[in-house]
């Protein structure tokens, strides 16, 4: 269970889940990634509580708020590059949301610089969230999937929770 070591617990307990529910605690122990010191501090604050921990992520360049991991930076640079030569600092989710028809929720991404994603792409969804997706939306989705880059299954596993409905994070201060 490298994501998720209380994966079987947490299915129990899955009426103890939020509409969308992250189920992963790390990508990989034998990376360090999280860094191991990250996952003890954060397992301090959980006491009596199973292992989940959502990733925090920069909605620019892709890499997490926390820690570097230069493969998943690299991920946001390929998205860039495949994309048309993106300049640097654009926002990388509300791009790929316009381009699935996800107007609304790409709308809220612009105003935001942070988004929160479940290492695996493991994590729960509540029906209803689920059916709200549009057939087209999910379509554009799929043929992105198989759009032959590679990083594109890394740049929707860290969108998944957002297609569905989880909040952004840390708001872009308006100008004065």
């Not at 925090?56 to 998943?72: I, Q, R």
């Not at 930076?73 to 509300?94: E, K």
């Not at 994590?123 to 209803?128: A, I, L, P």
Request: aromatic share 12%; glycine share 8%.
């Amino acid at each position: 269970m490298t994501h998720s070591p209380d994966f079987i617990q947490l299915l129990k307990n899955w009426r103890n889940w939020d509409d969308v529910q992250p189920l992963s605690w790390q990508w990989r122990a034998d990376r360090n990634i999280p860094p191991l010191q990250l996952l003890e501090n954060y397992e301090l604050g959980l006491p009596g509580r199973l292992k989940v921990r959502p990733e925090l992520f920069s909605l620019t360049n892709w890499g997490p708020l926390e820690f570097t991991d230069n493969g998943a930076s690299n991920m946001g640079l390929v998205y860039r590059i495949v994309q048309g030569n993106l300049p640097d600092g654009t926002n990388i989710a509300a791009h790929l949301l316009r381009q699935c028809k996800l107007d609304h929720v790409a709308e809220k991404a612009e105003k935001h610089m942070v988004g929160s994603f479940s290492y695996g792409a493991i994590f729960g969804v509540r029906n209803d969230r689920v059916a709200s997706m549009s057939r087209d939306s999910l379509d554009l989705l799929y043929q992105f999937a198989m759009g032959g880059v590679a990083a594109y299954g890394y740049i929707l596993e860290r969108m998944w929770l957002h297609f569905f409905g989880a909040e952004f994070s840390r708001p872009i201060a308006p100008l004065a």
